[in-house]
């Protein structure tokens, strides 16, 4: 069954620390995985976009990385702000017919 | 450019109502999609378009929903009759020629059916 799962649920971490996100996935055949930022009340806004060929992917504090042989993925964020509070969502997309699957999201708060 | 605009902002009707929301992708953008996104269920895509063609529609819910894109600047999302389960935020995103390219997202439109 293709599924993407992701952890932690939710996250409160300190201004200034650094914080991972994971991304584990069984969707086959893969073509990308993309992870997204979420404020509250607004639609998702792209973060990264990785093929099978990219292992990571930066985008200014947000580094993701991608291991296509134990279908995991994660998003490190460097030095966080009170900014980066939102939902982040990963989401796979399968390589026959373009099957997008979403995870659930990670909630992140961010706190001074 | 303004990015992608969705109409309403916010919605309330009751149940048996038609509902239709609106979306004009960006300029230049062939692909257009529809997710809808609840609490329970997360984002779900529910349709997308390449030049104006519906090409996957798998996850439109039922019969109730249809999606129309007359022209390469607009898009509808009809729920006819609308029901209490269908209260969620509707999202429309585009992107340019290829489905693995970044989509970029409208506001969304709050749905409140009661």
């Known amino acids: 069954k293709n599924q993407v799962e992701q952890s932690p649920q939710s996250l409160i971490i300190l201004e200034g620390k650094n914080c991972t996100l994971q991304?584990?996935?069984?969707?086959?055949?893969?073509?990308?995985l993309r992870w997204y930022k979420q404020d509250t009340g607004r639609g998702p806004v792209s973060l990264t976009i990785m093929t099978f060929s990219e292992n990571t992917k930066s985008n200014g504090r947000y580094t993701a990385t991608l291991d296509a042989d134990t279908k995991q993925s994660s998003l490190h964020i460097t030095a966080s702000q009170l900014s980066d509070s939102a939902s982040y969502i990963c989401?796979?997309?399968?390589?026959?017919?373009?099957?997008?699957?979403f995870g659930t999201g990670t909630s992140l708060t961010v706190i001074p | 450019d303004a990015g992608v605009i969705q109409s309403p902002r916010h919605e309330v009707t009751e149940m048996g109502q038609e509902v239709t929301l609106r979306c004009k992708p960006i300029s230049g953008h062939d692909y257009l999609f529809w997710y809808r996104q609840t609490m329970m269920r997360g984002l779900e895509l529910l349709i997308y378009?390449?030049?104006?063609?519906?090409?996957?529609d798998s996850g439109m819910p039922e019969d109730r929903f249809s999606a129309k894109m007359p022209n390469a600047s607009f898009s509808t999302l009809k729920i006819q009759p609308s029901e209490p389960r269908d209260s969620a935020v509707y999202f429309c995103?585009?992107?340019?020629?290829?489905?693995?390219?970044?989509?970029?997202f409208g506001p969304g439109t709050r749905l409140t059916v009661l």
């Open positions: 989401v796979v997309t399968r390589n026959t017919g373009n099957q997008f699957y």
């Open positions: 378009f390449n030049n104006n063609v519906p090409i996957d």
């Open positions: 991304c584990n996935y069984t969707v086959s055949p893969f073509s990308n």
């Open positions: 995103a585009s992107s340019l020629a290829g489905v693995n390219n970044e989509q970029f």
